[in-house]
């Protein structure tokens, strides 16, 4: 979206005056419980952390030293506020938020039921903001420069995000991320979602989603045939997150899979979001496969082990740290910053 007046950019180095990468989507004010083990009726404090996969994305970018920014829509209120102060905080460029009158920006709240249990209830009534970003809106300019760009397949569950998202992978002609992020809860008709994912997958290079999501867009419950089915649309790179099985990852003449990292999980929501802010810095770092893999997937760990998102994401040292403790393809030091 064309940049709000007087809003500060996110430091630029380089002078380019462009964000390296531009995330595009949801944005959420996660109240999360303090209390672990508990249901949702009995829980008594909560804390207040910024939300939203594609934002959440961005933040880990700009943790591991990236210039990122985030193309999204909040409610003109509180909260919409909150986000803009929060993204921020965390060093990402926030021009690109804008707000919309008479919607308020959605919340979500978790129920935290370690290892592996963790409801999510959306509450994006009566319509989420994030999903009234117009294409005519859109800094296609930027959209162009950037050198990566992150776009999900919840932009492509409404109009107009739908039209603006397929407008934005279309402008870029880089380093173009789809999401898979399958959020059935928000989506009307689930039979809709497939066709509108092989529409957007004409416009990516890469694809990255859990086995639930590329079986979803593909039909493959398998994950070496999902992702195949994927690079059947001309992909350059699949990414299949496999959870406790770690990552499988395809390109049209290799395959390299990674072993997850033992870790005790405390909140699992966020892990996929800094996996993927980790994704794209190894990408831009022009990193090798297996090294690129081997960090995101440790940087997921990390936050995996922590209550928040946002808040959790990890440090390029944290990630390497952890990955020497595990002899997992640890990072040589002259190489932790491209």
Same mark, same amino acid.
């Given at each position: ?241 496999? *959870?406790?099985?770690? &990552? #499988? !990852? ?5 395959? @390299?899979? +990674? $072993? ?27 990193? *090798?496969?297996?090294? &690129? #893999? !081997? ?5 997921? @760990?990390? +936050? $995996? ?34």
């Amino acid at each position: 979206m064309t940049p709000e007046p007087n809003r500060p950019a996110a430091p630029d180095p380089d002078g380019a005056g462009v964000p390296e990468l531009i995330t595009m989507g949801r944005v959420v004010v996660d109240l999360y419980p303090h209390q672990s083990g508990v249901p949702l009726e009995d829980v008594e404090t909560f804390g207040k952390y910024l939300g939203g996969s594609p934002t959440n994305v961005a933040v880990a970018a700009a943790r591991l030293g990236r210039r990122a920014a985030v193309i999204t829509r909040t409610g003109d209120d509180p909260f919409g506020r909150f986000v803009h102060k929060a993204l921020r905080r965390y060093g990402v460029d926030d021009r690109y938020v804008t707000s919309v009158p008479g919607l308020p920006t959605p919340l979500s709240f978790c129920e935290i039921f370690p290892p592996d249990d963790f409801p999510l209830y959306f509450y994006r009534y009566p319509k989420a903001p994030d999903l009234v970003i117009h294409p005519h809106e859109l800094d296609l300019e930027a959209i162009t420069k950037t050198k990566l760009l992150w776009a999900t397949v919840t932009g492509l569950s409404a109009e107009p995000s739908r039209t603006a998202t397929i407008a934005a992978l279309e402008a870029h002609p880089q380093t173009t991320v789809l999401d898979l992020d399958w959020r059935p809860t928000l989506w009307a008709d689930r039979s809709e979602a497939r066709p509108r994912v092989h529409e957007a997958l004409k416009h990516a290079s890469v694809a990255v989603g859990n086995q639930e999501e590329c079986e979803l867009a593909t039909g493959e419950r398998d994950p070496h045939r999902a992702a195949q089915a994927l690079l059947d649309h001309g992909l350059a790179l699949v990414v299949v997150k496999r *959870g406790p099985d770690g &990552v #499988l !990852a395809m390109t049209q003449d290799r395959t @390299a899979e +990674v $072993a997850p990292v033992p870790i005790e999980v405390v909140n699992g929501l966020g892990a996929g979001d800094a996996f993927g802010g980790a994704l794209c810095h190894g990408l831009l770092a022009g990193w *090798g496969l297996e090294r &690129v #893999l !081997a960090f995101a997937n440790a940087a997921g @760990a990390i +936050v $995996a082990s922590r209550l928040s998102c946002a808040e959790a994401m990890p440090t390029a040292d944290e990630v390497d740290d952890l990955l020497s403790e595990q002899s997992l393809l640890p990072v040589p030091p002259a190489e932790k910053q491209p």
